[in-house]
């Protein structure tokens, strides 16, 4: 449970200037209590240093870092709490006393804060200390029950409260990542249809010129069955090829095509399975009708011709 802390938690709420006020102002009251209660007129001056303590393990306990307490800021925070039920004991209470409750739930916020262990040893020793305090000075059951009693349930409620932040987390964390994959997915479709808008456009671009002419009627000249064969294969190159569509490659195999030279380009998936299904060597071609294949590794510039 000690690495359940993430960032921005603010240490389960106790790195916050508003946990450190507001434990503060327990304080200041429980402070009130015992001069109310007769508490702090009728102890020794001592009873003054157990609530020094109280305070000093409130700052260490609210410590801004964002993590649990370091082992020695844990440890003085048990030292203080510990220190407070010595104290408080030693007066011989009655009954329940509010610096002991106050120093029992110092500890217990140790488990919240996910310094887990120190926050069970304290609490440990506080009860152990309370009821060997009872057993040796004969104190009677029922007032070291109401002695201990927040003390135990401050033990209960340390490590509820850490599995609630637990739980709560962990749906944060859920959700942010559902979102993020949503997110990719939409991101992921979006970039697929730019990308598709560019490739119709290009493709328009590249046939519209020649389909308008032959849809007109325009004769099918020696000139208009080249620059048609130029389009047919530029288009098939985007097909088998889409590794080798740079512009040198692009307009090199062009003006060939313009010389009236067959060239076929062919990606390495492509030249494998052509392979493949046609073991035999192709027939042998007039100068004019020259077959460059191109079979660099996609990662290549250019082709070979």
């Known amino acids: 449970m000690e690495d359940v802390t993430s960032s921005g938690s603010g240490a389960a709420g106790l790195a916050t200037r508003a946990a450190r006020w507001t434990i503060a102002l327990a304080w200041a009251m429980g402070l009130c209590s015992g001069l109310l209660s007769g508490f702090l007129s009728t102890g020794t001056p001592v009873v003054w240093l157990g609530y020094a ?98 003390a135990v349930m401050a033990q209960v409620l340390g490590p509820l409260w850490r599995l609630v932040l637990r739980w709560i987390v962990g749906r944060a964390r859920g959700h942010r990542s559902a979102s993020a994959a949503a997110e990719r997915i939409t991101q992921a479709a979006l970039q697929a249809d730019r990308l598709r808008v560019i490739e119709l456009n290009q493709v328009r671009a590249m046939a519209e010129p020649v389909l308008r002419e032959i849809a007109a009627g325009v004769p099918l000249t020696g000139e208009l069955r080249r620059r048609i064969a130029i389009v047919e294969g530029a288009l098939r190159d985007r097909l088998r090829a889409p590794a080798f569509q740079q512009p040198v490659l692009i307009d090199a195999v062009a003006s060939l095509r313009a010389d009236d030279t067959d060239v076929t380009v062919v990606s390495p998936t492509t030249w494998t399975s052509s392979a493949s299904t046609s073991p035999t060597p192709s027939p042998r071609r007039s100068p004019r009708e020259r077959d460059a294949s191109c079979c660099a590794p996609p990662s290549a510039e250019t082709g070979c011709m």
């Open 53 to 150: 303590l109280a305070l000093l393990g409130t700052f260490l306990l609210t410590d801004p870092r964002d993590a649990p307490l370091t082992l020695w800021r844990a440890l003085a925070v048990v030292a203080c709490s510990v220190a407070i039920a010595v104290i408080v004991l030693a007066q011989r209470p009655t009954g329940a006393v509010y610096l002991f409750d106050f120093a029992s739930f110092l500890v217990a916020l140790l488990i919240a804060r996910g310094n887990a262990r120190q926050g069970v040893l304290g609490g440990a020793l506080m009860v152990l200390a309370a009821v060997a305090w009872g057993w040796a000075t004969g104190a009677q059951p029922t007032a070291v029950a109401a002695l201990v009693s927040l």
